[in-house]
């Protein structure tokens, strides 16, 4: 299974709206509505910030939102702020009941 | 609160093989699909293995399949990955995550455990 495809970086000015792609497949995206989004800092676990393409769990601003379309998911961060500076990883469920990870992206806050 | 503690990481020769440990409190550990998942440094996330909540039914990644077990103790709330065979490839971080419901997201981690497969 190849890891979704992600930009490599993306990078704001604070108060700024970014987005994020995460392309897959019509086995994986595509096929199923089970996409989640992480953060990872430098040095720390991974925290989850969407799942099921666009649902917050508890605790997550709402700055952050998920969509579908097609293979390609997208996170917005909205409102760019300087501790938004980080790492963001999309997942997905696959049609072999395996789950697949994006290559990830870098947020930079200029 | 959700508390998952690794264990068992270090440093291990090409050919070697390593067990690892997951600890698990706060929720009903019997309840959920566990899995693990790695991080090679500088790298990004591979999802390498999953057990459903019984125990009876396990899912790899390609990259592992053969070579790793995955086994959970549900009398101990605790996870465990069996690494036989290790590879210069199988350096990373390794996580145990907690799944929203089976496998569709994680929404607790542990902090890790350092596996270095290195002559």
């Known amino acids: 299974q190849s890891a979704l495809t992600q930009p490599a970086s993306v990078s704001g000015s604070p108060g700024q709206s970014i987005t994020i792609s995460c392309t897959g497949t019509?086995?994986?995206?595509?096929?199923?509505?089970?996409v989640a989004w992480y953060q990872q800092y430098p040095g720390k676990a991974p925290k989850l910030l969407i799942y099921?393409?666009?649902n917050r769990p508890s605790g997550v601003s709402n700055r952050f939102s998920g969509s579908k379309s097609g293979n390609t998911a997208s996170l917005t961060i909205s409102g760019l702020q300087a501790d938004d500076e980080a790492d963001y990883f999309c997942?997905?469920?696959?049609?072999?009941?395996?789950?697949?990870f994006g290559s990830g992206t870098k947020v930079t806050v200029l | 609160e959700v508390q998952l503690l690794e264990s068992g990481g270090g440093l291990v020769q090409p050919g070697g093989s390593l067990r690892l440990s997951c600890a698990a409190s706060?929720?009903?550990?019997?309840?959920?699909?566990m899995s693990w998942v790695r991080q090679a440094p500088g790298k990004g996330l591979e999802w390498v293995l999953a057990?459903?909540?019984?125990?009876?039914?396990?899912y790899y990644a390609d990259s592992v399949k053969g070579r790793f077990t995955i086994s959970r103790d549900n009398s101990k709330n605790t996870l465990y990955l069996q690494m036989n065979s290790l590879r210069v490839e199988d350096t990373a971080m390794y996580y145990c995550?907690?799944?929203?419901?089976?496998?569709?997201?994680?929404?607790?981690w542990g902090r890790g455990t350092m596996v270095t497969v290195s002559s």
């Open positions: 057990i459903n909540s019984g125990g009876a039914d396990t």
């Open positions: 019509s086995s994986d995206v595509g096929g199923y509505n089970y």
């Open positions: 099921d393409v666009s």
């Open positions: 706060g929720f009903a550990f019997g309840s959920y699909t």
């Open positions: 995550a907690k799944p929203i419901r089976h496998l569709e997201a994680f929404d607790f």
């Open positions: 997942s997905s469920f696959t049609s072999s009941r395996t789950l697949v």
